[in-house]
């Protein structure tokens, strides 16, 4: 099952990298065979590092959470750059590093997590504790109510992402 | 097609601003951290839109030529460069500010660390 995801997967970045190449559809003959040869050496190649050991995220309604979560994620992300972008002509910049608890189970959903939180402008991840899954973050704009309590609030840093991974991933 | 150029030449606007106040914020922000925050979050924004730019002049063209137009290349792979640039981008800022951290780098003017001394081994 594994050697199948990963032949097919392997088999349709090829055929996106090579259209307009003829007139087969979008393709020409040569570019179908060699493609799929391709992607059966590299799914046997590669197949225990790609896909670790469950099959979670084929199942499509992940994939559609997904890109509801796209649209949400641009929105904010939009808005936060404009925020840096202010405080990059102002200078007002109040950072610090500050640990959020999102509870993810899985590294699926933790990666999704660190990689929304990166792009999002004004936020870093820096460091990941494996045992408990906390994260540091890097923020350039701490607000003094987050530090009052310990286990932080995440949602003026991050929104609802964690939320968002675990629903994606989780 | 008038109406396309337009929208192509606020793309090509807004991403020239957002990878001006990059530049001009990693010569201004005190630290390696808040450094990374404006050389990767805005030029990521910054890059974004100019490769919407190209997807957006490609793409017309491509429907105007109909499906075996050379440009259909040309978009689609800047839609692989926009994919990838988003996961490199975040993937890479995480491995400088951690390497950072470790290596004793202190945030400037941090009003919180909560990392501070915390001694994480794998």
Known sequence: MRFIVTAVVAYLLYLVLTIGSGTLLLWN??????????????????KNRYLKKSLRMLNPVRWFIWLIYLFLFFF??????????????????????????????????????????????????????????????????????VLKEMPRDYHPICNSFPDWARRIAG | ???????????????????????????????????????????????????????????????????????????????????VLLITNATSAHAIARAAHRSGEKPARAVVDDLEGKDIND
Not at chain 2, 40 to 55: D, N, P, Y
Request: hydrophobic share 55%; glycine share 6%.
């Open chain 1, 76 to 145: 904010a992300m939009a808005q936060a750059n404009v925020d840096v972008a202010y405080r990059v002509i102002t200078g007002r910049i109040n950072p610090g590093i500050v640990k959020i608890s999102p509870r993810l189970k899985n590294d699926m959903s933790l990666t999704l997590l660190a990689n929304s939180i990166t792009l999002t402008p004004g936020t870093l991840s820096v460091d990941v504790e494996e045992e408990t899954n906390d994260m540091y973050i890097h923020w350039i704009n701490v607000k003094p109510d």
């Open chain 2, 1 to 83: 097609m008038g109406a396309l150029n337009i929208v192509t030449y606020v793309f090509i606007g807004v991403g020239l601003f957002f990878n001006a106040v990059g530049s001009f914020g990693l010569n201004r922000f005190p630290d390696v951290y808040t450094r990374l925050h404006a050389a990767t979050k805005c030029t990521t924004f910054g890059s974004m839109f100019l490769i919407l730019a190209v997807i957006v002049q490609s793409a017309s063209i491509w429907v105007m030529e109909g499906a075996l137009s050379s440009q259909s290349v040309l978009s689609i792979h800047a839609i692989i460069a926009l994919v």
């Open chain 1, 29 to 46: 003959e040569a570019e179908l065979i060699i493609g799929a040869i391709f992607a059966l050496v590299v799914a046997a190649l590669v």
